[in-house]
T-cell receptor, first 113, second 110 residues
Framework: NAGVTQTPKFRVLKTGQSMTLLCAQDMNHEYMYWYRQDPGMGLRLIHY???????AKGEVPDGYNVSRLKKQNFLLGLESAAPSQTSVYFC????????????FGPGTRLTVT | KQEVTQIPAALSVPEGENLVLNCSFT??????LQWFRQDPGKGLTSLLLIQSSQREQTSGRLNASLDKSSGRSTLYIAASQPGDSATYLC?????????FGQGTELSVKP
């Protein structure tokens, strides 16, 4: 049981490049989330999904797209990276939002130059 | 709007001390409150989850309490150890997402 895994762990991009971050969970959770963490800003929700084939916007969705084609995977895409997207990205999953714990992945450290 | 605040932002204590971390929230209509630990450069590890119907949860040297009416939760760490050094975050689900506090950075000196 690996829990929540994220790929890659580190990445450096040039402005304008694109990339996809992959999150996978093996706990059969319905809900999955993408957060970014920045110094002084705390954790902010980018997008989330309440089930396979569904996605919804969080607090800071601009510049990102997501897809949930399979229940166990949640992809975060940056179509045209900007320096403001330099951050640590965390994926999380939970059985549901209300009374269940969220489990976090180890994070992806992204630098955009 | 739900806001979560953690005080203090940073705390340094000598090894062996008992300590309390504070978390406050503005909207008391919460399902639960979750405490996390984050080590430098790492992800978040869930420590304790208190349901809205509970007053306390315990795990080893950790004890978390919840007082919904006053909008407060505390995380009590007994007999602190250098290995407890980390950032501790609390979070509540609200409006379809988790709202996090800014965290308390704890340093336990040998």
């Amino acid at each position: 049981n690996a829990g929540v895994t994220q790929t890659p762990k580190f990445r450096v991009l040039k402005t304008g490049q694109s990339m996809t971050l992959l999150c996978a969970q093996d706990m059969n959770h319905e809900y999955m989330y993408w957060y970014r963490q920045d110094p002084g800003m705390g954790l902010r929700l980018i997008h989330y999904s309440v089930g396979e084939g569904t996605t919804a916007k969080g607090e800071v969705p601009d510049g990102y797209n997501v897809s949930r084609l399979k229940k166990q995977n949640f992809l975060l895409g940056l179509e045209s990276a900007a320096p403001s997207q330099t951050s640590v990205y965390f994926c999380a999953s939970s059985y549901s939002l209300g009374s269940y714990e969220q489990y976090f992945g180890p994070g992806t450290r992204l630098t955009v130059t | 709007k739900q806001e979560v605040t953690q005080i203090p932002a940073a705390l340094s204590v000598p090894e062996g001390e008992n300590l309390v971390l504070n978390c406050s929230f503005t909207d008391s209509a919460i399902y639960n409150l979750q405490w996390f630990r984050q080590d430098p450069g790492k992800g978040l590890t869930s420590l304790l989850l208190i349901q809205s119907s509970q007053r306390e949860q315990t795990s080893g040297r950790l004890n978390a309490s919840l007082d919904k009416s006053s909008g407060r939760s505390t995380l009590y760490i007994a007999a602190s150890q250098p290995g407890d050094s980390a950032t501790y975050l609390c979070a509540v689900p609200w409006g379809g997402k988790l709202i996090f506090g800014q965290g308390t950075e704890l340093s336990v000196k040998p």
